[in-house]
């Protein structure tokens, strides 16, 4: 009895020694995001767009103390807040700071304004953005997946959003397609907020609701950012909206929806996208229907690929840009799944991550949930380990060979302009760097252009496309019903016969 107490206590005592070692671990890597919220009267800063991106633009910021929601606004040197129409201003606590939301609109086409930000003893600085100037051109950066949990870890996609600013300064506004933490709570959108403020408040951002911003952290995406929630069929666990830049419209799924995609919010897309005549039909969201990624073996990627990519097809979609697998992947472009010309289908590009926390492929879901065919370009940065120990990387080369290049293995971004009836694809990686390097290394993985006759898409929707929350009620049963149906009469097939590759796979490499 003596010897089982004492090896009880034992092992309490370790846990304990453990959990201390951890707590002053995780705090000593926190310790700048603390410093920067202790001495910051405004942070977590950002301007996103809003409804229309040549008049409006919405606006979320947080303090520490309960103060009055004020924003100016200025072209150059003078103020013309007064000249603006401020909405939805609120002033709401969240997990012990408060949030501060504001709406601006009749703001002036192709304008570059700057901001200030109010804190509890006056206005403090903001940012930058500019409105869109109606032409048909728009330039856009795109990354995914930071998903960090310390400032360190923070600081590699910070990283290579600030050179993908730095390398394409033109740019109209930044895309995260999500994942934008680990955990969703207030130690790390606080190490969020001190690496990434500068960032967000350089231009104009578009926000993603990844699973690790959404699931099981309710409200936690909403109360970051001011997005237009006006079509949004829920908002507990992220946010569906759209917006139209240059001749280009975009739409933003919630892949969070009752675990992937709700029967409501896929009609909400389908009506979307055919209530516009912009020239390009362009989706972001988080899950990806087409992954060689660990998520891609589930139940809810491959749902999408199911429903979801059959209105893509049938609005005509041009491009759809996603993360969550931690890899960059792209499709050639696809038409009910079947390859086609190019421009002619929908094509799909997982987007890599921006972080630091990367996966292998997956190759036994090759010809199960992805087939070969259809790819067209790949980067994978975690592939086993070489004899020093390290992951080393590989890519799909034009002519279906795999290759091997040091300078890949890094944080992933990406530049995508179009130009009248031309748009273009460049996807970059910026190499990690070693202890005592201090020079930038950025290698072009990939780069493809689609091109298209303009003028020709008609909208032939029209009228609110506003789902009530007692239609989105009455149709949670029905959209659970539907992937459960596709889950045991469409995945688990195909999983059961792609079981044995899985098995040995996992016993030989230790991939699952």
Not at 132 to 153: M, R, T, Y
Not at 202 to 223: E, K, M, R
């Amino acid at each position: 009895m003596k010897k089982t107490l004492k090896k009880t206590c034992s092992i309490l005592l370790c846990i304990a020694l453990l959990s201390a070692f951890f707590a002053c671990f995780a705090s000593a890597e926190d310790a700048e995001a603390a410093k920067y919220i202790a001495n910051a009267p405004v942070f977590r800063i950002s301007c996103t767009v809003n409804g229309d991106a040549a008049t409006q633009r919405g606006f979320c910021w947080y303090t520490k103390e309960n103060c009055e929601t004020k924003i100016a606004l200025y072209e150059g040197q003078t103020d013309v807040t007064d000249s603006l129409t401020l909405s939805d201003v609120r002033t709401a606590e969240w997990e012990g700071y408060y949030m501060h939301k504001v709406t601006v609109s009749t703001l002036k086409p192709g304008t570059q304004y700057s901001y200030r930000l109010g804190g509890a003893d006056g206005l403090y600085e903001g940012g930058v953005f500019t409105t869109d100037n109606g032409d048909d051109k728009v330039e856009f950066l795109g990354i995914a997946d930071v998903q960090a949990s310390n400032v360190p870890a923070f600081q590699k996609g910070q990283r290579a959003a600030e050179k993908a600013l730095e390398m394409f300064p033109e740019s109209d506004f930044m895309v995260n397609l999500g994942d934008l933490t680990n955990d969703s709570d207030n130690d790390e959108w606080n190490c969020y907020a001190a690496t990434f403020d500068g960032v967000n408040s350089a231009q104009t951002f578009a926000p993603v609701a990844g699973n690790h911003d959404g699931l099981g952290v309710w409200h936690w995406f909403d109360n970051m950012f001011n997005l237009d929630t006006s079509e949004s069929v829920q908002t507990l666990n992220g946010v569906n909206y759209s917006f139209d830049y240059g001749n280009a419209h975009f739409a933003v799924v919630n892949t969070n929806d009752l675990l992937s995609v709700s029967l409501s919010q896929l009609k909400w897309l389908r009506n979307d996208l055919n209530s516009t005549d912009k020239d390009w039909k362009i989706v972001f969201m988080h899950k990806s229907p087409y992954t060689l990624g660990k998520d891609g073996k589930w139940p809810d990627a491959l749902y999408l690929t199911e429903s979801l990519t059959r209105v893509l097809d049938a609005c005509d979609v041009d491009l759809v840009m996603s993360g969550h697998d931690h890899q960059y992947l792209r499709t050639k472009s696809l038409k009910g799944g079947k390859v086609v010309g190019d421009g002619e289908g929908v094509t799909y590009v997982l987007a890599g991550t921006a972080g630091g926390k990367r996966y292998e492929i997956r190759e036994f879901m090759l010809n199960h949930f992805i087939s070969e065919d259809q790819l067209a370009a790949m980067t994978v940065q975690k592939d086993g380990k070489n004899d020093a120990g390290e992951y080393h990387q590989r890519y799909l080369t034009e002519d279906g060979t795999w290759e091997y290049d040091p300078n890949r293995i890094g944080s992933v971004f990406n530049s995508i302009s179009i130009d009248g009836g031309t748009l273009t694809f460049k996807s970059y990686v910026l190499k990690d760097q070693a202890e005592g390097e201090t020079e930038d290394v950025v290698t072009l993985i990939d780069s493809f252009e689609l091109t298209k006759e303009t003028g020709k898409n008609k909208a032939t929707f029209t009228g609110s496309n506003s789902i009530g929350m007692a239609e989105y009620v009455a149709g949670v049963l029905p959209s659970i019903t539907s992937l459960v149906v596709f889950t045991f009469g469409n995945w688990l097939p195909r999983f059961l016969i792609m079981l044995p590759k899985l098995v040995y796979v996992f016993a030989k490499k230790d991939i699952f």
